[in-house]
């Protein structure tokens, strides 16, 4: 087992890791769409939370030795259902032809007032 850490991802606020690597795999933590690059900088709406948590599992992934491109299932957590077709959109701008395994969870609020959280799972480069 190998624990992942990258300066290009939120460092987490509690007790876990970015992502840990094991058999093959990569487990990338839930990412809130947290700008490392521009910290103080206020979220924009659900398309863009939803492209920048995706750049946050990026980072992770290319850190770990994968890529979105590997990612075999995805778990989006949105704090309204309506938000899906923005999800989406971006969602589907960000992955291209590439259609991993998916869930989008309607939960009832996120830290810090984001509308999106994106878990994922992995395949590593070979």
């Given at each position: 087992?190998?624990?992942?850490?990258?300066?290009?991802?939120?460092?987490?606020?509690?007790?876990?890791?970015?992502?840990?690597?094991?058999?093959?795999?990569?487990?990338?933590?839930?990412?809130?769409?947290?700008?490392?690059?521009?910290?103080?900088?206020?979220?924009?709406?659900?398309?863009?939370?939803?492209?920048?948590?995706?750049?946050?599992?990026?980072?992770?992934?290319?850190?770990?030795?994968?890529?979105?491109?590997?990612?075999?299932?995805?778990?989006?957590?949105?704090t309204?259902?309506?938000?899906?077709?923005?999800?989406?959109?971006?969602?589907?701008?960000?992955?291209?032809?590439?259609?991993p395994?998916?869930?989008?969870?309607?939960?009832?609020?996120?830290?810090?007032?984001?509308?999106?959280?994106?878990?994922?799972?992995?395949?590593?480069?070979?």
């Amino acid at each position: 087992m190998r624990i992942v850490e990258t300066p290009h991802a939120p460092h987490p606020a509690g007790h876990y890791s970015q992502a840990v690597v094991h058999g093959g795999l990569v487990f990338v933590a839930g990412q809130l769409p947290h700008d490392v690059a521009s910290p103080g900088r206020a979220p924009g709406g659900a398309e863009e939370q939803t492209e920048r948590a995706l750049g946050n599992v990026e980072a992770i992934l290319e850190a770990a030795g994968s890529g979105l491109e590997r990612l075999l299932s995805v778990t989006l957590y949105v704090t309204d259902i309506s938000l899906w077709p923005h999800v989406n959109a971006a969602y589907a701008r960000v992955l291209g032809a590439h259609r991993p395994a998916r869930a989008v969870v309607p939960v009832k609020e996120l830290h810090h007032g984001y509308l999106v959280e994106v878990q994922a799972v992995a395949a590593l480069r070979e």
